[in-house]
């Protein structure tokens, strides 16, 4: 099975700032990346797949990068709407999830 | 627009079963690869399985933690998708997710609001 591996579980930050969140998988799974949106007592929301493409409505301060192993989901200039967890996941070989990172601002 | 609504939730004892429905409206719900994502209380996404369309087979596949104890089955006569779950144990507790495939690929492009199932005595 592959591993997803996140980090950092919980991150504190202003608006305005620069978020990085790192996510490794345990093999390669090429692009085969997707990032959710959590926010509390919601569904989470698709924001990007294949490792950088932004889903439809998605805002450009959203971007996502990186192949094989190591990908990030980059926040620019954090908004107080982003008050979320974000989960990756890789679809390379079935389905394994991330354990969460959760953004408070 | 998409909408996925599950049902069937609730209290169960370990041992007991269970079964899970999602309605499906605004889309075309026979063309489209199904799946069940689960969340307990507090924790990560869980991928729970998935079924493939009629012309694909309707074959299904299931992770180890649920495999022989979970069946995921769908009636695209009533645009439903269902997940029937046996032998339940206390770390099936969870918010049960109902999820549309992006094409034929693993990834999730649309989700159900959720069911809480609680497996406790």
């Known amino acids: 099975d592959i591993q997803m591996t996140q980090s950092p579980s919980t991150l504190s930050a202003s608006v305005g700032d620069r978020v990085t969140i790192t996510c490794r998988a345990s093999q390669s799974i090429s692009s085969w990346l997707a990032w959710y949106q959590q926010k509390p007592g919601k569904a989470p929301k698709l924001l990007i797949s294949k490792g950088s493409s932004l889903e439809n409505g998605v805002p450009s301060r959203f971007s996502g990068s990186g192949y094989g192993t190591e990908f990030t989901l980059t926040i620019n200039s954090l908004q107080p709407d982003d008050l979320a967890t974000y989960f990756c996941q890789q679809y390379d070989t079935y389905v394994t999830f991330g354990q969460g990172t959760k953004v408070q601002i | 627009e998409v909408q996925l609504v599950e049902s069937g939730g609730g209290l169960i004892k370990p041992g007991g079963s269970l079964r899970l429905s999602c309605a499906a409206s605004g889309f075309t719900f026979s063309n489209v690869w199904m799946s069940w994502v689960r969340q307990a209380p507090g924790k990560g996404l869980e991928w729970v399985g998935r079924?493939?369309?009629?012309?694909?087979?309707?074959?299904?596949h299931y992770p180890a933690p649920v495999k022989g104890r979970f069946t995921i089955s769908r009636d695209d006569s009533k645009n439903t998708l269902y997940l029937q779950m046996n032998s339940l144990r206390t770390e099936d507790t969870a918010v049960y997710y109902c999820t549309t495939h992006f094409g034929i690929i693993n990834l999730f492009d649309n989700w159900g609001q959720g069911t809480l199932v609680t497996v406790s005595s």
């Open positions: 079924v493939k369309i009629k012309t694909d087979g309707e074959t299904t």
